[in-house]
């Protein structure tokens, strides 16, 4: 195949413990899953489900112990951090029941959803797409994948965000609105999955601003942590 410019690198995630790399389709984000996180931005947090995207090269690999870098994102003045679950899928489908979005999980990572929260604001307040808020370069530092193989099925277990030592976000994956499977199930309905599928699965309350310098530290139990220093 002749192409006219270079083909674009695949984006992949690296697999925990193994030299082995998950190749990414597409980034899927799941909005306003924690009760808590729904009512401080505004809402009473019984919603339906609802998503957006990130492009696949927005993720930021950062590997076990090491400490990633952020680049403050330009035209912000408030980057906020969102902690996440994040899911990969080995399968997909359309309109899955719920055991089947449950059989597509490979595995699982931390990831962060992070923010230009006053463009996204100034984006719900006219009626614009989000993208300006969430999918800009580098808004999804990600840790490495472990599968679900080994760890089991995650539903419950703790979930957090410290920066500089501080705890800013600390609650329960047993307190999302919608479970990893709902959510998968849901989604289906909306668009077919594949293999290379992941979700960010929604972020509990506590959300954030951070600055240059800032050193970001989330943990998912079983996953160990994620560290992102802001640059
Ligand atoms: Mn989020």
Redesign the pocket.
Known sequence: MNTLIPLHPVVAIPVADSDVVFPVRRVY???R?YAEHAKEMGFTGREDPFFFSKPADALLNVANGQTGVMPYPPKTSNLHY?I?LVVALDKGGRDLTLEQAAECVWGYGIGL?M?RRDLQGEAKKLGRPWEVG?AFDFSAPIGPLHPRSQLGTLDAGAISLSVNGQVKQSSDLSQMIWSVAESIAYLSGLFELKAGDII?T??PEGVGPVVVGDMLVGAVAGLGELQVKIA
């Open positions: 984000c799941v909005g899953n969102e996440e959803d923010t969430k960010f929604g972020t």
